[in-house]
Structures are given as C-alpha cells and as structure tokens.
Nanobody
C-alpha cells in the first residue's frame, strides 16, 4: 500500500506559478511511476504529467507541455509539479497518483493504469 499526500495548492492570478508536492509513504519501493491528474468541476479526471521513478522519463499532456514540469526526489519519496504561466483553465483539483509494476508508455495517461491516489489539492487560477 502506498499513501500519497499532496500539498502546495492555492489561489493564483493568471500568468503566475505554483509548485505542488506529493509525498509518498508506505510501500514506496513498489511504485514504478508517479504522476499528476486533475479534475475540473463537471469534467472527467484528466492526465497532466508523469515521471518514471528509476529512469526519470517524463510524460506530459499537450495542454501543459512547456508550462509544467514534473520532477522527483527518490530519496524523499516526493514528486513535484512546477506550474508556470498558469491559465484560468488550469483551475482544478490536482491529484497525485502512483503506479506499481510494469510501465507501458501508451497507457500512462489512462486513469485505470494507476493504482494509488491522493486526496487532491485545489488549484484556482483567477483571470
């Protein structure tokens, strides 16, 4: 079992920046990847970014590529999401996720691929 705790959400003006953090505890050695999803009101939860724990490979949704950066600190069992040039459409609850087992790149953006979820942190971008 992997427990995930997000932090760093808040209210920011358009064009501003926020950094989210997700601390993992429990059976962290079993997690092969960590990532971020988000869910806006009335919308499906969507993939934002992911990072492979061992190799450091990163994946991004097209809507955030070039603005968001995911990174990991394996020693601290923590993953970060640096969000720059924020837009009102980035407003959502951001969820940290962890996956165990084999990683199949084409499926990494699929919600069902991920095994563990945090409680979420609200990010609100005002115009």
């Amino acid at each position: 079992q992997v427990l995930l705790l997000e932090s760093g959400g808040g209210l920011v003006q358009a064009g501003g920046s926020l950094r989210l953090a997700c601390a993992a505890s429990g059976d962290t050695f079993s997690s092969s990847a960590m990532g971020w999803f988000r869910q806006a009101p009335g919308k499906e939860r969507e993939f934002v970014a992911a990072v492979i724990r061992s190799a450091g490979n990163t994946y991004y949704a097209g809507s955030v590529k070039g603005r968001f950066t995911i990174s990991r600190d394996n020693a601290k069992n923590t993953v970060y999401l640096q969000m720059n040039s924020l837009k009102p459409e980035d407003t959502a609850v951001y969820y940290c996720a962890a996956k165990s087992g084999i990683i199949i790149s084409p499926t990494i953006a699929q919600r069902g691929t991920w095994h563990y979820w945090g409680q979420g942190t609200q990010v609100t971008v005002s115009s």
